[in-house]
């Protein structure tokens, strides 16, 4: 069965679309769960933001507005565990938080982010490899530049560098498509 079908089904508030969903895609969760909080926490405190996670994805089914349930589900995650470090008072692993996510409650709010997710997306798209990559392991999955220069086979100061040029070359793009980037850390 597709994410999509899951997706109708959970929308419908079936159960089982659900725990298809838990069964499918925690290890996903997790992954991501744990490259934000592993620095600061037990894993009984990740598997908590985790299953956190799942209910809010239950919770909110009725709002979701993307075919895209495993990007949705790692916004959760992300937001879920930034929430935890906040709450423990801890500091996020990564320098700069270009493409958080958040679940906006006014419509127009829904309208100009789900308009800005899909720029956003594009431009990343149009990195090429191996700059797309990195930008989503680092962005997306949270991983550490020794950790995905690693699994590339690149000098960490090789994906230092491409991530600041993705950064500058994310701006120009959003920028050229009429969105201001104030922050000039981008």
Not at 27 to 38: E, K, Q
Not at 49 to 57: A, G, I, K, M, P
Not at 62 to 85: M, P
């Amino acid at each position: 069965m597709n994410d999509r079908i899951l997706l109708r089904r959970l929308k419908q508030g079936d159960q089982a679309a659900l725990s298809e969903l838990i069964r499918r895609y925690s290890a996903y969760a997790w992954a991501v769960a744990s490259n934000i909080l592993s620095h600061a926490m037990k894993d009984e405190d990740i598997e908590e933001v985790v299953e956190d996670s799942f209910v809010s994805l239950w919770e909110s089914r009725e709002q979701i507005e993307t075919d895209l349930i495993k990007a949705y589900l790692a916004a959760i995650v992300r937001n879920k565990a930034k929430s935890a470090l906040r709450r423990n008072r801890l500091e996020e692993p990564l320098e700069d938080d270009l493409l958080q996510i958040s679940i906006p409650n006014e419509p127009e709010q829904k309208i100009l982010l789900s308009e800005l997710r899909e720029i956003a997306h594009k431009a990343v798209d149009s990195l090429g490899e191996p700059d797309r990559e990195i930008f989503q392991r680092y962005y997306f999955l949270y991983q550490k530049t020794e950790d995905i220069s690693a699994a590339l086979g690149l000098k960490d100061a090789t994906v230092r560098t491409k991530l600041a040029r993705g950064r500058k070359r994310l701006r120009e793009y959003l920028t050229e498509r009429g969105f201001h980037c104030e922050d000039t850390h981008y």
